[in-house]
């Protein structure tokens, strides 16, 4: 079924009411700066490109100094971005193809900027009209979706939709409008909630008002009323166990799920989630827990990706949100906060009976009066030597136990004297995060003679769920 496209007249006015503020949203100061978080941006967001330039520049501030940067160096600023190794690669290609070149300028020739390592036609766009004023129209992942919804192109590749963009709107307007469609996407049309109610342009759009498929969702939405979000015609339930997709950026979450029968919805994981073994050769890895690829994330197209407050930076779920991703943070300081995320897990994944049973098993495991064990440090890294405090999951494991913990909160650095001074009865030397051996513990019995010093297995004490029992059957045993 056809529809008629959108007047590009009245499309530019709602937009310009709609989003007065429309900028790009990479921050720079020059060309330069510019061209650098744009190259970063491939395949991650912008907020995270935003946090991770400050740094970088304040290291390698111009062409000059990145034509010279160390390799490794560069790669642990611009890690968190993802695909770091070929970035750092272009960004170190693109400052000595500056020098040698452009006297260490940006220029701003479309042919010589295109020709630069690292920079596409895409980036080329992006530099040229924000930093030259140059008219270019780049289209990324939110214009692809926003321009096909509203009609303005069928293409289904980003360049053929560029094009009739561009033969459709004015070459003075193309800027504004790059940034406007992008503000569109992020606010309003979401890539799988889409906020049809709230949106100024229902009225122009085709498929907002459920009149063709969405070329996105590939299904027909329903007619939009103002206030209430738009869903699909006759859509599947939310959460079932054979339609959930699931990433887990946590790897005792992983193997909880994989306990629970939710190994076919884990669509994705962490390198560090590598229990049971045989997951490694079954979900596609996402990065680290610290630094998660989130371009893969995305294109995963994930129902829900699971994260926890201390092992998952604040800004990984920042990021998800602004991608449109939703997202469940736990939060585990206790062993009895692991009985309350048995049930959250449970009531979002639907699998409340198995989580109710495990919840009520272990509080039932916590009953009771407890010893004051022997005063217990358990380290968790060397060089420098750190340990989990007693206000960490880890600490009251112990506690639990029948064990003392003792230590500064959080997770310390201590220095020889520190643990001389802490004078522990009990130290305990984990398999991880750090790979403690006999070598370790004979030198510590050394260094801590009245100490008892005892090697134990890292993930039955610092993997909280999947493993809990087990911990606390480990600190008990003693």
């Given at each position: ?147 096909r919804r509203l009609a303005l192109s069928r293409a289904t590749t980003p360049e053929k939709v560029e094009a009739d963009l561009c ?87 992983t193997e909880l799920l994989v306990q629970w029968g939710l190994a076919a919805q884990l669509v994705g994981r962490t390198r560090y ?13 996402v990065g680290g827990t610290k630094d998660p690829d989130l371009g893969r994330i995305r294109d995963l197209a994930p129902d829900l ?174």
């Amino acid at each position: 079924m056809s529809f008629p496209k959108p007047k590009s007249d009245e499309l530019q006015r709602r937009f310009r009411a709609a989003y007065p503020d429309a900028r790009c949203a990479l921050d720079h100061g020059d060309p330069f700066q510019l061209v650098v978080a744009t190259i970063l941006s491939a395949q991650c967001t912008d907020a995270r490109v935003n946090l991770t330039t400050p740094a970088l520049f304040a290291r390698f501030p111009d062409a000059a100094s990145l034509a010279v940067a160390d390799l490794e160096a560069l790669e642990g600023l611009i890690r968190s971005t993802g695909f770091y190794h070929n970035k750092a690669k272009n960004l170190i290609g693109l400052g000595q193809a500056l020098v040698a070149r452009h006297g260490g300028v940006v220029p701003s020739d479309p042919a010589a900027l295109g020709a630069l390592p690292g920079v596409g036609q895409k980036t080329a766009n992006v530099v040229l009209a924000n930093a030259f004023g140059v008219p270019a129209l780049a289209v990324d992942t939110h214009i692809f979706r926003v321009a096909r919804r509203l009609a303005l192109s069928r293409a289904t590749t980003p360049e053929k939709v560029e094009a009739d963009l561009c033969r459709r709107f004015p070459r003075e307007d193309w800027i504004e409008l790059h940034h406007q469609l992008i503000f569109h996407g992020r606010r309003v049309c979401d890539a799988r909630r889409p906020d049809c109610g709230a949106c100024t342009l229902l009225e122009l759009c085709p498929t907002g008002l459920g009149k063709v498929k969405d070329p996105h969702l590939g299904v027909k939405l329903q007619a939009s009323v103002p206030g209430l979000p738009t869903t699909a015609v006759d859509p599947p339930p939310p959460y079932t166990r054979s339609s959930l997709r699931i990433v887990s950026l946590v790897p005792s979450v992983t193997e909880l799920l994989v306990q629970w029968g939710l190994a076919a919805q884990l669509v994705g994981r962490t390198r560090y989630c590598i229990e049971p073994r045989w997951i490694r050769n079954s979900v596609p890895t996402v990065g680290g827990t610290k630094d998660p690829d989130l371009g893969r994330i995305r294109d995963l197209a994930p129902d829900l990706v699971i994260l926890e407050r201390d092992e998952n930076p604040k800004e990984v779920a920042e990021a998800l949100t602004a991608l449109g991703l939703p997202w469940l943070a736990l939060e585990i300081r206790t062993v009895k906060d692991c009985a309350a995320a048995f049930r959250l897990l449970g009531e979002r994944l639907g699998m409340t009976e198995i989580a109710e049973l495990r919840a009520t098993a272990l509080e039932t495991a916590l009953k009771g009066r407890r010893r004051k064990g022997p005063r217990t440090l358990a380290l968790i890294w060397r060089e420098p030597w750190m340990s989990a405090g007693p206000d960490t999951y880890v600490g009251d494991l112990l506690r639990q136990g029948g064990l003392t913990p003792i230590g500064p909160d959080r997770y310390p650095v201590l220095s020889e004297e520190d643990l001389e001074a802490l004078a522990p009865q009990l130290l305990l030397l984990p398999s991880e995060p750090y790979r403690f051996n006999r070598r370790h513990q004979a030198e510590l019995q050394k260094r801590l003679p009245a100490a008892e010093v005892r090697l134990v297995d890292g993930r039955a004490l610092t993997w909280y769920l999947s493993r809990t029992e087990e911990g606390l059957a480990l600190v008990r045993a003693r």
